[in-house]
């Protein structure tokens, strides 16, 4: 069901997965049917700062 609503409307989901004993952040894609998970190479504070701290103070991350 994810996968079909992702291809519908032509976004992609965020998601935080566990490898190992590490916390990464992932973007999930549908791809022919399937879900294709993409780790990204940041930090989830760096993450967290430029999403959530940048917009509290009213700049732009």
Do not use: D, N, Q
């Amino acid at each position: 069901m994810l996968v079909e609503a992702l291809a519908r409307h032509g976004t992609v989901a965020v998601a935080k997965v566990t490898l190992r004993t590490r916390e990464r952040l992932a973007v999930l894609r549908p791809r022919h049917g399937m879900l294709v998970l993409h780790t990204l190479r940041c930090s989830l504070g760096t993450v967290s700062r430029i999403m959530f701290g940048a917009r509290s103070r009213g700049l732009r991350g």
